[in-house]
């Protein structure tokens, strides 16, 4: 049938706060790397990024591709693509000094042959300009705040696959500076500094991972495999070096479980492995510990140059992380957030520390004022794996690089996001636990339905399989907040084999849920009763007529419409007709199914199916969607169904078809965000004012960024 929408206006209203106005980074723009390819389709990623002196133009290392991805920010709610230049090897890192970007390359024929090469590029002519070997595999670069040198990290990196991946593995790292003359590296003035024997573990394989330098020309350098850090002058003068220490870490999830957030655990002298470090002023750096061979302390840690510990985050961040919904619940066991890159910089008077935890997909902003005290302000939602960012205060913009390409699997590709910041309210997060009694851990937000005073229900799926829960959210705050957590139940232990769906009221204090199956998986199609205390009480299997053609892809979606219960059914099952779902009815008294069928969207890429089935003021309302992401995504819409057309006819029998009419469109408010479109809308909750919300599914932060989009439509 024709597209035709019919009297609602989008009224996504994505702040994150009700308060006045105040200072926030906000996204404005992102940048698909693939733009800027020859051919689209191969894959590519923004690594590390860095910006011309001017912040118009953006620069990122493209491992994959083996170039510098270059991007037009002149208007940075709309980049342009400057295309690539080829570096001759697989660039690690780049820095830029004016419009000269400098590159390290790493030529390396083997791990046991490390070789690299320091290249420099104009940026307005895309042309060469200089080339110094390094000796050996580079890392990271940084360029001195006065531009009069460039310093490199030369990791030579191990084998992870050879013995247990640990280090010993020859040869070692060391750092390189090379001075600057006239805007370009002057090879002739290298120097090599040995970081040998300076750490307690591995002393005479150091692998350097990321340096920094401050305004008084002293470098930072990370040896994150060999817990500790030093620093020196560029003339390679040690001012001083330290263990990178341990940390005591409570309360956290440690445990590669799939499908439940346990926040029970411990791990105690954790060792710091760095990552990313970044000065905060002349005296204090700030290191990110991801860890990468022993640790992972999942947080970050600020010290005084002379070694002393001024803050440790412990395991703040990582709540934090939990409380947005983009904990990585299948890095438990690794490293949790994984916390790796960093940047510092001044917006507005402020110094902030932004951290990069690359598996919670997370930039976490950090006012550090007091560099004893950090005060965690924002969590900015970027792509999938942030592994780089830049700052460019003088145009009030932030950026991240984010490394993930899924283009193997059809998910998103990697992407620059930019940030602004602003006189105006955070707009992420949109839903959150924050400031719940205890720590609640979720993700995966399936089906919803509306409750009383502004209280929304809503259910996550089987990615959480060990953990299906009943959330409460308060819609009436903004960010909308989780408020409590009910365990899903059979005979006081959590339910397994269910993959929630679909949620509905059952008028007497407790809920029915609908259940995907997946029979090869053991996981039975089912409607399940649950009471006030999440305890199931009534299991209901599927009638023969269904399960003679079931397939995958069952209910997603469960409303309940004097005393019947009607479930939509994603995609074709074995006996529907090409391009029609069944909408499934169960009568609660009798017991009795039957069902109608519903039209669905045709689309040239990928399939369409149902998400959500919920009743309001006699019709029923849909969304239909494709599993497109990104530019492919098409389909993504709220469609009415007149209640007078909810006749079921018996299974197994010719069903009635009953017809739609189109009420939104919710790729505008997706794009709203100014990320990249989702592919998962699977929640829609109505007031009895008429007044519906829509939430998405982060797929549990599993191949996903994590992000949640929860929002009002205003009146339906």
Known sequence: MPLKFIGLTSALAITATSAAADMNFNRISSFGTFHNNQDPTAESSAEIISASGDGMTLVYSDSPLGVLGVIDITDPAAPVAKGNIAVGGEPTAVSVLGNIAMAGVNTSESYTKPSGMLKAYDLKTLQQVAACDLGGQPDSTAIAPDGSFITVAIENERDEDLGDGG????????????????????????????????????????????????????????????????????????????????????????????????????????????????????????????????????????????????????????????????????????????????????????????????????????????????????????????????????????????????????????????????????????????????????????????????????????????????????????????????????????????????????????????????TDRMVPHGIYHVNSKGEIDKEISLPKELLAVERRFGFEGITLIDGTLWMAVQREWADDPKGHVKLVSYTIDTGEWGGVLYPLETSDKGWVGLSEIVSHAGDVFVIERDNQIGDNAAIKRIYRISGDQMQPADLGTSLPVVTKQAVHDLIPDLKAGNGYVVDKIEGLAIFNDGSAWVSTDNDGVDDSSGETFFWPLGKI
């Open 167 to 518: 280090l010993g593995q020859m040869p070692g790292g060391y750092v390189v500076t090379v001075g600057i003359k006239d805007g370009v590296p002057a090879c002739d003035t290298m120097v090599k500094v040995n970081v040998n024997g300076l750490a307690d573990v591995a002393p005479n394989d150091p692998e350097p991972e990321f340096v920094d330098v401050n305004a008084a020309n002293e470098i930072v350098v990370t040896l994150q495999e060999n817990n500790h850090i030093v620093v020196m002058t560029p003339t390679g003068e040690i001012v001083n070096h330290f263990s990178a220490g341990s940390v005591d870490l409570d309360q956290i999830d440690t445990t590669d479980e799939r499908g439940a957030l346990r926040f029970t655990q411990s791990q105690h002298n954790r060792l710091r492995e760095p990552d990313g470090v970044q000065w905060i002023d002349n005296d204090h750096f700030a290191i990110a510990n991801e860890g990468d061979w022993k640790g992972g302390a999942r947080g970050w840690t600020i010290f005084d140059k002379d070694g002393t510990q001024v803050f440790e985050a412990g395991n703040s961040l990582e709540h934090a992380i939990v409380e947005l919904g983009h904990y990585p619940d299948k890095r438990s066991d690794a490293k949790g957030a994984e916390p790796e890159g960093m940047e510092f910089a001044v917006f507005g008077g402020t110094p902030y520390v932004f951290i990069l935890a690359e598996r919670a997909s997370i930039v976490a902003v950090y006012d550090v004022t007091d560099p004893g005290v950090p005060v965690l302000t924002q969590l900015l939602p970027s792509g999938i794996a942030p592994e780089g960012a830049v700052a460019i205060p003088s145009r009030g913009l932030f950026v991240t690089a984010n490394e993930a390409d899924l283009i193997e699997d059809g998910g998103i590709r990697s992407h620059v996001m930019i940030f602004e910041y602003q006189d105006a309210p955070a707009t992420y997060p949109q839903l959150t636990s924050k400031g719940s009694d205890e720590l609640i851990g979720w993700g995966a937000i399936s089906g919803m339905v509306a409750g009383e005073d502004g209280l929304i229900y809503a259910v996550n799926d089987s990615f959480y399989s060990y953990q299906p829960t009943i959330f409460t959210i308060d819609s009436t705050v903004s960010p909308a907040k989780i408020t409590d957590a009910l365990p899903v139940t059979r005979a006081g232990f959590p339910a397994q084999k269910l993959d929630l769906e679909g949620i509905t009221l059952d008028g007497e204090g407790g809920f029915w849920l609908a259940s995907e199956g997946r």
